[in-house]
């Protein structure tokens, strides 16, 4: 079976994989995820199950699940974003855990993760749970990314069921080569007093480009009045000599968000979200472009100003 890369679906498409193969190891009866008076996402199921986790003993009554997405192919349970600290995945689902218990709405709790999941991880993850919130080891099940993988190849419906598609995805880009050219562009720049930049010449074709684009007026304006007095020196940045190994990887960049951008225009109504999705994806995706939030949105903003990505009239500006 191919091997899906569940960090380039959305937290959407994860939690519609996880329902479709609820119904098919639970019962059909699963009921999809919503939101709760505390904001959390659960999925329900309720009755005996399909021989889960055994068909001598399989579950009986109320199963609460939950779906972890993260939009990363390395990270692991392990980790303390997960598990260690009082902001950490676990950390934040007890409380909920804990009262859905106590006021019994929950017999048996089941999480999936694409995160990576070992043995040990899963044993003390348990334990935590059970400790925590007063449930029995044998109604604790934890799932991480092999464990998909198995219950994937035993229920390959599951994905056809939920519209997962190999090569499928949602605007995924790749940080790698834009956090060398945000993190270069501040080392040069740093301490440099932004009242002496000069904003470039006004460009006519701006209005347009949004309309092309269906970028909304407030947004654009935006845009441009925190962002565009530094697009000149982006350029001679870009241009020195010097950094022309930056200017080839700010090439590549470009060049793959443009090409997932088309192909994936069509989920979103307005470039605004493009942007705003972009953003997100970045910064929660590379450590640099998260430690230089405003450097990473200037840089999109100059991709699109400079007509490197989203729809123009002319491969110019002006």
Excluded at 286 to 310: A, E, H, Q
Aim: charged content about 25%; hydrophobic content about 35%.
């Amino acid at each position: 079976m191919t091997k899906y890369a569940y960090e380039n679906l959305s937290s959407e498409q994860f939690e519609r994989l996880v329902v479709c193969l609820c119904q098919e190891f639970l019962g059909l009866s699963t009921q999809g995820f919503t939101s709760g008076r505390d904001g959390g996402r659960d999925a329900k199921f309720t009755g005996t199950t399909n021989g889960f986790p055994s068909f001598t003993d399989p579950w009986c009554g109320t199963v609460i699940i939950q779906a972890k997405h993260v939009q990363s192919a390395s990270k692991s349970c392990s980790e303390k974003d997960f598990y260690g600290n009082t902001e950490s995945v676990i950390a934040s689902e007890i409380p909920r855990i804990r009262k859905l218990k106590s006021s019994e709405e929950l017999d048996h709790y089941l999480l999936f993760t694409n995160r990576r999941l070992s043995a040990d991880t899963q044993m003390r993850l348990k334990t935590v749970i059970c400790d925590e919130c007063c449930i029995s080891s044998e109604s604790v099940h934890l799932a991480g990314v092999d464990d998909l993988e198995i219950l994937l190849k035993r229920f390959p419906n599951a994905a056809i069921y939920a519209d997962i598609d190999p090569i499928d995805s949602p605007l995924i880009v790749s940080p790698s080569d834009l956090a060398d050219v945000v993190e270069r562009f501040d080392q040069q720049f740093s301490g440099v007093d932004s009242s002496v930049f000069c904003a470039p010449v006004e460009r006519t074709g701006y209005a347009m480009k949004n309309h092309l684009n269906n970028m909304s007026e407030p947004f654009a304006k935006e845009l441009k009045s925190k962002y565009l007095y530094q697009t000149r020196q982006i350029d001679e940045f870009l241009m020195a000599p010097e950094n022309r190994d930056i200017s080839e990887k700010y090439q590549n960049t470009i060049c793959e968000f443009q090409l997932n951008i088309i192909a994936k225009r069509k989920d979103y109504q307005s470039f605004d979200e493009v942007m705003i999705y972009l953003h997100r994806l970045l910064t929660e995706r590379d450590p640099v472009l998260k430690s230089k939030s405003k450097l990473t949105r200037l840089m999109l903003f100059y991709m699109y100003w400079n007509c490197d990505i989203g729809e123009s009239d002319d491969a110019q500006t002006n």
